[in-house]
């Protein structure tokens, strides 16, 4: 599952055309079985469903009633905002919510100064993606703004939101349709919609977290259930044509529900870490292979198996000569020292 087309089992039906995002990938939550995929491993600028790591980090690090006190700082922004008022007072969940709800970079700046930072919270994003096996993915900003060397692919979004899935609070706030979080002091409180147009417009929906920078062109998330079954699409550098990336979330989930059950799968998303653990854990081995560049390739890898055999032999080879300029080298000096013995009996 590296650089590759669409990604299919033997027999399966076709991809609905209308999926037309440069690389995406459908998978089970509950199985962490992946039953499509088109590039999977793609690394492209992922926009604001990275903020879907922030959280995560957010929610391990934090407990949901801290409070956060909104600056000047975070209310100016660029990009999207939740509206957070400065000089009131949330809650971590409140500022979690515009996080999520309105895709807000404004609540994405405070959770990181909350976490002690932006360089501090990009550090803890990276190291939880590598404890997840997210290979995939480097954070450069906590919103999702583009900075240098953001990446992440459509198979490492897919496995960070189900790891979030699993936290009831991350769940429960992707879910909401609406929310109400604290104004102004003096006035009504702040009204957050969820800018996933698959909560209102699919039966089961469960949430998700959609995207845009100029960079990264349209990122979306979106999970459902029905009949037991839970499904998340992940579609990464799309555009809304020739529909818009919620329909082709929705093709892709409508794909996935019409499969058997016990459908062949196309490989796996990664073991996942416990979601409440803090400390450092093995970084677990990827059960979907992944196209590696020969400059990333272990000596001993992909590229390394015969080079390494080469120097083996080159050692062996150099050692015998070694061997043999030595033998020829003692011998030389026996045969000079015979010489001098017999030059000093004959004067």
């Known amino acids: 599952m590296g650089e590759c087309g669409v990604l299919t089992a033997p027999g399966a039906p076709t991809v609905p055309t209308k999926v037309a995002s440069t690389t995406w990938i459908l998978a089970e939550l509950g199985s962490g079985n ?3 995929a088109k590039n999977p491993h793609g690394r492209h600028r992922p926009a604001s469903i990275i903020k879907v790591l922030t ?3 957010a929610i391990r690090q934090l407990d949901m009633t801290d409070t956060i006190t909104i600056t000047q700082a975070d209310a100016g922004m660029e990009g999207s905002k939740a509206g957070l008022v400065p000089g009131v007072t ?17 609540a994405a700046h405070a959770l990181a100064r909350k976490l002690g930072g932006t360089q501090r919270t990009l550090a803890r994003m990276n190291r939880l993606a590598h404890e997840l096996g997210a290979r995939d993915t480097r954070a450069a900003t906590p919103s999702g703004l583009d900075g240098p060397g953001m990446s992440t692919s459509a198979y490492d979004m897919a496995l960070i939101f189900r790891t979030a899935m699993r936290n009831p609070e991350f769940a429960e706030i992707v879910a909401m349709r609406y929310a109400e979080i604290p104004g102004r002091p003096d006035g009504p409180a702040l009204k957050l919609y969820n800018d996933n147009d698959v909560l209102r417009n699919y039966r089961g929906a469960l949430g998700g977290k959609t995207g845009y920078t100029d960079d990264a062109r349209h990122t979306y998330i979106a999970a459902a259930e029905r009949d037991g ?29 019409r499969l058997d059950e016990d459908a062949q799968a196309v490989g796996h998303l990664t073991p996942m870490a416990s979601p409440t653990s803090t400390g450092e854990t093995p970084e677990p081995q990827a059960s979907v292979p992944e196209k590696t560049s020969s400059s990333e390739s272990s000596l001993f890898g992909t590229v390394g198996g015969p080079l390494a055999l080469l120097t083996m032999a080159a050692v062996a080879v150099f050692g015998v000569l070694g061997v043999r300029q030595h033998r020829a080298k003692v011998a030389a000096a026996a045969r000079r020292n015979n010489a001098e013995v017999t030059d000093d009996d004959h004067p």
Do not use: I, K, W
């Open 34 to 36: 992946v039953l499509a």
């Open 229 to 257: 079954r839970r499904l998340v699409a992940v579609l990464m550098r799309g555009e809304n044509r020739p529909d818009p990336l919620s329909q082709q979330a929705t093709a892709l989930l409508d794909y996935g529900f």
């Open 90 to 106: 949330y809650t971590v969940r409140e500022v979690l919510t515009g996080l999520l709800l309105q895709s807000g970079n404004d």
């Open 55 to 57: 959280a995560l980090v």
